[in-house]
């Protein structure tokens, strides 16, 4: 290990996240300081139908502007199941069921400061079930788009959520093996 926790003590908490300061060693011998925001796994989702993709658009508070990107979110709780989260914050979201999750993958979000794990989903065969937002989600936006607008919006910078990016680049890999 080439950096070494000397002690660590919580400076913040909420019911979504949690903000410790450790004290370090690096293997050099230099002393410092590390800032860790821990948050409980979440999922993504890529709900595709036919060439039709499911997208949220949202106020993000911290860039104070809305935005477009994949449904996702946790639930503030340890040890969920994956699947059951992806599938829950699916119908949270977006008032669609799926038929089929197939599982992509697990990221870390932004670990040079955050300990969260991001679980990828692929949502298939979807069934409108009516959507029911958290109070925090109130302005939740259910957005569709063809693949190929989709893919533009990424490209041209319309989508900057690097969550939707970084879902859609291993559900294109999944999807090339596919073939």
């Known amino acids: 290990m080439?950096?070494?926790?000397?002690?660590?003590?919580?400076?913040?908490?909420?019911?979504?996240?949690?903000?410790r300061e450790d004290q370090i060693e690096r293997s050099n011998?230099?002393?410092g300081i590390y800032g860790v925001v821990e948050k409980d796994d979440c999922a993504i989702i890529v709900p595709i139908q036919g060439d039709t993709i499911y997208l949220i658009e949202q106020f993000r508070y911290t860039i104070q502007q809305r935005a477009l990107e994949l449904p996702q979110g946790g639930w503030e709780t340890a040890n969920v199941n994956p699947e059951d989260l992806a599938r829950g914050e699916l119908r949270e979201e977006t008032g669609l069921t799926a038929q089929s999750m197939t599982f992509l993958g697990t990221l870390w979000i932004a670990y040079g400061f955050a300990r969260q794990?991001?679980?990828v989903f692929l949502a298939t065969g979807l069934t409108p079930a009516g959507a029911n937002?958290?109070?925090e989600e109130?302005?939740?936006?259910?957005?569709?788009?063809?693949?190929?607008?989709?893919?533009?919006?990424?490209?041209?910078?319309?989508i900057q959520d690097s969550c939707t990016v970084a879902a859609w680049g291993l559900y294109r890999l999944w999807k090339d093996r596919q073939r």
């Open 133 to 135: 937002p958290d109070a």
């Open 117 to 119: 794990k991001l679980h």
């Open 29 to 31: 011998g230099s002393r």
């Open 2 to 19: 080439s950096i070494r926790t000397l002690s660590s003590r919580e400076i913040y908490r909420n019911p979504w996240l949690r903000v």
């Open 138 to 158: 109130h302005d939740l936006v259910l957005r569709t788009a063809s693949i190929a607008d989709f893919e533009q919006m990424l490209l041209d910078g319309t």
